[in-house]
């Protein structure tokens, strides 16, 4: 019998570390290493820190896992990567359950594709197209913004993060009053590794109160959700706060706790990842001016820099998954209730699939990344997202002459959802 492929301690740490995510190049390093020598590999904390679990690094083994829903199931363990004293502690707080949202992103079937459809053709191009208008009035506010602060600034600040939330914000029913409140809580729930993110102020956080600060994030969403779903259900309105707040479910009225689930997941997901792609997309521009003046000059080029923005961010890092039952995988031998972890950033860099990967290619012919996961799991907004950044894109190459750097960008150090805290820009305005 063939070994089983263990990573070393180093390379198991790296994987896990948030600060790896934050350097981002060292990392791809150390992803194309380990994808050499197989593209599943055990990881095993030698401090028990965290449960074993296999890397899956390589796309189509990703893929693979991915789309086989049945097999690899987002229960009975965490969805997301957790220490020991993270899954405690959401276990202690959920009454049992590894989740603290228990949303679409956590549920399996029968029950994930019974939700999923309450909202999926509201997501839709045909039902999104109708909102173009107001989403390119967004984006130019967006850009006035930026334009106003004379002719430097963070790119995150200005745009790429207000943007996206003053647009899922929209859609969702929330008043504009309480957007810095969603932005902050996603920040705290999605970044709470990172000192910069979670507001604490306090730096190398142990994993309890990092897991804490998450909990708080998360309860707090659940508190004003709840308020918001009872307006909707005394007042109801066309937004997809409204489909939420009153929807059924096999003859039932949704749980409380699936209601906010669906919410957070709305309000947080719908617009972080967004933001880490834009900003992504003019990172390249920025770094490019002759792509510049080509998608300038011809925005026929706009969907292919925004499927490569998606795929060279990779803003979901990752997802967990436990096996169903025994099966292979890349050719290892995976148990029934064996943790996994699909590692998009690595599948969306594997040169096997993207002949140079790190190189930004808005040509690729055939883009199928994995940023967006695949299966019945796939990610609900990926049109929308699509949507805003074509249609920012657009906006900003119509006002904007030139863009650069005017600094070094800074990544979040966060396994999870990642991109960009910082991105200083340089522009002219046309």
């Not at 909707?232 to 003859?251: H, K, L, S």
């Not at 706790?257 to 719908?270: E, F, H, L, N, P």
């Not at 012919?365 to 249609?391: D, I, K, T, W, Y």
Request: charged residues 25%.
């Amino acid at each position: 019998m063939a070994s089983v492929p263990v990573l070393s301690a180093d390379a198991g740490r790296a994987v896990i570390d948030p600060k790896s995510y934050g350097a981002w190049e060292p990392l791809l390093d150390r992803f194309d290493e380990l994808r050499a020598g197989t593209p599943v590999a055990r990881v095993v904390d030698p401090d028990d820190v965290h449960e074993p679990f296999w890397l899956v690094s390589g796309f189509d083994e990703v893929m693979k896992a991915s789309k086989d829903n049945a097999t690899f199931l987002n229960n009975p363990k965490s969805s997301v990567f957790t220490v020991r004293v993270g899954d405690a502690l959401a276990r202690s707080i959920t009454g049992g359950s590894p989740h603290l949202v228990e949303s679409l992103v956590q549920m399996d079937a029968p029950k994930h594709p019974k939700l999923r459809r309450l909202t999926q053709d509201w997501f839709m191009p045909k039902n999104l197209s109708k909102l173009e208008g107001e989403i390119r009035k967004i984006a130019n506010e967006a850009i006035d913004r930026m334009l106003g602060a004379d002719e430097e600034g963070d790119f995150m600040a200005l745009v790429a993060a207000p943007y996206p939330l003053h647009v899922v914000m929209q859609i969702l029913g929330v008043p504009p009053e309480d957007e810095a409140k969603m932005l902050f809580l996603t920040q705290q729930m999605f970044g709470g590794q990172d000192e910069d993110m979670n507001k604490s102020g306090l730096k190398n956080l142990p994993p309890e109160q990092i897991s804490a600060i998450v909990a708080g994030a998360v309860a707090e969403f659940e508190r004003y959700f709840a308020s918001l779903a009872a307006q909707r259900r005394e007042n109801p309105t066309e937004d997809v706060a409204t489909v939420i707040a009153n929807a059924v479910v096999d003859g039932e009225p949704m749980s409380d706790r699936d209601t906010a689930g669906y919410y957070i997941i709305v309000a947080s997901a719908g617009h972080d990842t967004t933001s880490a792609s834009s900003a992504g997309a003019a990172l390249a521009l920025a770094r490019d001016p002759d792509l510049f003046a080509r998608a300038k000059a011809d925005r026929s080029l706009l969907p292919g820099i925004v499927e490569e923005a998606i795929r060279w961010t990779t803003p979901v890092q990752h997802f967990m998954r436990t096996a169903a039952t025994d099966t292979e995988l890349g050719g290892q031998q995976i148990s029934a209730g064996d943790w996994l972890m699909l590692n998009y950033v690595a599948a969306n860099h594997d040169p096997a699939q993207f002949p140079n990967p790190r190189t930004f290619d808005p040509t690729r012919p055939a883009n199928r990344h994995a940023a967006f996961g695949a299966g019945s799991h796939q990610c609900l907004g990926l049109h929308l997202a699509r949507l805003e950044m074509r249609v920012l894109l657009d906006v900003l190459l119509d006002r904007v002459d030139s863009l650069e750097l005017a600094g070094e960008p800074a990544r979040v150090n966060s396994t999870f959802v990642g991109g960009f805290k910082k991105l200083p820009m340089r522009w002219t305005a046309a």
